[in-house]
Nanobody, 116 residues
Framework: VQLQASGGGLVQAGGTLKLSCAASGMTGNFNNMGWYRQFPGKSREMVAL???????KYGDPVKGRFTISGDNAKNSVSLQMSNLRPEDTAVYYCRLIRLSGLASHWGQGTLVTVSS
C-alpha cells in the first residue's frame, strides 16, 4: 500500500491550502484515514481523521479552521486548511488504517509553511 500526498507549500498567515492523499495498491477500504502533523523535535499529532462510518475528528488547534473530506470507496482524503497561522507550520503526514486496525500506513510528509 502506498499513500501519495500532495498540496503542501508556502502561504501567508490567514491564507488557505489544500492537502490531498490517495492510497494505491490495496484492496478493500479504510477504517480511518486522515492527517497528522509533526513539529521539529515533537511527536506527530492528530490533525483530522475521517472514519469509515463518516465520523470526523479534529485536533483542538485546528477546529473551525480545517475541514477533512474523503471518499472511502476511493481510499482518498483531502484537508482544506483555512485561516492558517504560523503555528500551523509543520510537516503533514497522511495516514490510513485498515484491516480493523491491524494495518497502518503512512504517506511521505508534505511541508506546510505559514509566514507571518
Amino acid at each position: 500500500v502506498q499513500l501519495q500526498a500532495s498540496g503542501g507549500g508556502l502561504v501567508q498567515a490567514g491564507g488557505t491550502l489544500k492537502l490531498s492523499c490517495a492510497a494505491s495498491g490495496m484492496t478493500g477500504n479504510f477504517n480511518n484515514m486522515g492527517w497528522y502533523r509533526q513539529f521539529p523535535g515533537k511527536s506527530r499529532e492528530m490533525v483530522a481523521l475521517l472514519y469509515d462510518d463518516g465520523t470526523i475528528k479534529y485536533g483542538d488547534p485546528v477546529k473551525g479552521r480545517f475541514t477533512i473530506s474523503g471518499d472511502n470507496a476511493k481510499n482518498s482524503v483531502s484537508l482544506q486548511m483555512s485561516n492558517l497561522r504560523p503555528e500551523d507550520t509543520a510537516v503533514y503526514y497522511c495516514r490510513l488504517i485498515r484491516l480493523s486496525g491491524l494495518a497502518s500506513h503512512w504517506g511521505q510528509g508534505t511541508l506546510v509553511t505559514v509566514s507571518s
